[in-house]
Each structure stands twice: as structure tokens, then as C-alpha cells.
């Protein structure tokens, strides 16, 4: 780490006390030129910046192609669909590392540039003499701590950035638990569009906005959950019991999402106080006797 070091008695010298704005110039040089520390910095050196990955990736995926979607056979388009899902995924996943960095350097950064500035100017204000000299410094410094109390309060809202980042993952971990599930489907019950619309969800989960609306008490559990779920769903494999199957199919009948049926089934799980996610319930293993009886209650037969 290199400091550069200003000798501010001598500049001060050399302004005459009606240079006011001259010897306030120095002093923030003074406060403000010193590099940034390691705890301060991003993280490592990538081996490709964030916008030559992202870049590369939009040369080579490009925009979805429907028509060529539409004219490949049934296991083509499940293939492209799901390779076109992942790379999408991964740009997310980078841009998204750059971003939670940002965050966390600029609340580092805000309050370590600022508390320096605002200390420097206010030792300062008592080696001037001339009255006016000292205001205008004490006003500067002033303005600094109002300019970080502003900033702590309004743009972010008064939440913690850390509480933020960690439902921000959480909330990522969630969407993609249920679009690796979604991939295991043939394009009739998931199609491209349908993906595309995930992959929005996917987005939006991990902005700060997401972040405040989701933001809870819990947070940290349900960061845990969250990885627990996206494991879970690598890991085991989409279930073939017959009143799972048949749900299914009644749900995405011909490739078109069946919304009827699936506002009855979560109006019974809500009645029996049954707070599992629908797309588990007809793929998930664990969940065969609970599809069990929401197939006898709906009237499904299989």
C-alpha cells in the first residue's frame, strides 16, 4: 500500500488568507490521498474481467432463437433450452459477483473516505486563525457528515447492506432450485418462453430492491434453506410415482399451464397448513403420499 503524504503547513503557506478556497483544497488533499487498503478492495484478480466473460458470453449465446427452437426435435430443443438457460445463469452469476463487491466497497468505502475527510478538516479548523477561515472549514465538515448520514439513511433505506446481500443469495438460491428442477422437464411442460420468464426472476432476485422486499428477520435460516433446496434439487432425480406423474400432466396439459387446477391444489395444501412449493410436490420423491392425496382429493386418476 503506497501513501502519498502532503505537506500541508508549507502548501498553506503560499495562499494568503483570503485564498480561502485554496487552503480548504489542500486540506482535502490532505484527508484524501491515501490508497485504498486491501480489506477496502473487491477481492483477488479475476483471470477475466467481469465485462470480457459477459461480453464473450452474449457474442457466443446471443438473443433466444425461436425459430430454430421451434423447428429442432423434441430432445434438440430440450438441450438448447437448457444450455441456453445455464449460460445465461452464469452471466448472471459474474455480473452479480461485481455487484454484491460494489455494495460491500462502497459501505466500506462511504464512511472510511468520508470520517477522514471530516476529521482532517476538523483538526484543521483550529490551526487557522482568521474566523471566517475557520467557519468555512467547520461548515465543510459539516457538510461531509451530513452528506454520510443522508446516504446511510435514504438510499438505503435504513437496512443493513449485509442483511441485504445475505437475502439477495437467498433469494437466488431459491429461483435456481426451481429452474434446475424446471430443466428436468421436456419442452411440452417447460418451454423456452417459460425459462426466459424464470431467468427474469432469476435477475430481479438478486437486486437490491429484491433484496429490501425480502428482507427479514430470518434471513439467515433462510439463506439456508435456500442452498439446502438448490442442492437438493441437483441432486435427486424427478420422481416417477404415478399420482406425481399424473399431476403433473394434468398441469401442463399439451405444453399449456393448467392455472385452474393449480390455484385448487395450493387452496388445499394452504387448508391443511402445508407450506410446500407445488413444483416439488409432483417431482420430489418425499412428496409421493402428499401428491397421493391431492390427486384422490382433485379427482385425478391415474
Known amino acids: 500500500m503506497r501513501v502519498f503524504l502532503v505537506d500541508c503547513e508549507a502548501l498553506s503557506e503560499r495562499f494568503s488568507a483570503r485564498h480561502l478556497s485554496g487552503k480548504i483544497i489542500v486540506i482535502a488533499l490532505c484527508a484524501m490521498t491515501v ?8 477481492g483477488p484478480q479475476r483471470l477475466f474481467t467481469v465485462a470480457q466473460e459477459t461480453t464473450l458470453i452474449r457474442q457466443q449465446v446471443g438473443p433466444p432463437d425461436f425459430k430454430f427452437y421451434s423447428a429442432s426435435s423434441t430432445a434438440d430443443r430440450v438441450k438448447y433450452r437448457n444450455n441456453y438457460i445455464a449460460a445465461r445463469m452464469y452471466a448472471m452469476d459474474v455480473a452479480y459477483t461485481e455487484y454484491e463487491s ?3 466497497a462502497e459501505r466500506q468505502t ?24 475557520k467557519t468555512a ?18 438510499v438505503l433505506l435504513k437496512n443493513s447492506i449485509d442483511l ?16 434446475f428442477l424446471r430443466m428436468s422437464h421436456d419442452d411440452s411442460i417447460y418451454t423456452l418462453a417459460m425459462a426466459l420468464s ?3 426472476d432469476y435477475y430481479r432476485a438478486g ?41 403433473r400432466n394434468a398441469l401442463a396439459p ?12 395450493k387452496a388445499s395444501l394452504s387448508r391443511d397448513n402445508v407450506f410446500v412449493n407445488l413444483g416439488d410436490i409432483v417431482t420430489n420423491p418425499q412428496y409421493g403420499q402428499l401428491a397421493d392425496r391431492l390427486a384422490a382429493e382433485v379427482g385425478i386418476r391415474y
Open 35 to 42: 490508497s485504498c487498503t486491501t480489506s477496502l478492495q473487491s
Open 102 to 104: 460494489a455494495l460491500t
Open 110 to 133: 462511504i464512511g472510511f473516505v468520508g470520517s477522514s475527510a471530516n476529521i482532517a478538516l476538523n483538526t484543521a479548523a483550529t490551526l487557522f486563525t482568521p474566523v471566517s477561515t
Open 137 to 154: 472549514i467547520s461548515a465543510v465538515a459539516a457538510g461531509l457528515s451530513g452528506t454520510r448520514a443522508a446516504y446511510s439513511d435514504e
Open 164 to 179: 441485504l446481500q445475505t437475502q439477495m443469495r437467498a433469494n437466488r438460491a431459491n429461483v435456481a432450485a426451481t429452474m
Open 198 to 200: 424464470d431467468l427474469e
Open 207 to 247: 437486486t437490491l430492491t429484491g433484496g429490501i422486499i425480502k428482507a427479514q428477520s430470518t434471513v439467515s435460516a433462510a439463506e439456508q434453506v435456500a442452498v439446502e433446496n438448490k442442492q437438493a434439487a441437483i441432486l435427486y432425480q424427478i420422481s416417477e410415482r404415478p399420482s406425481q406423474v399424473a399431476l
Open 254 to 265: 399439451n405444453g399449456v399451464y393448467n392455472h385452474a387446477l393449480a390455484a385448487k391444489l
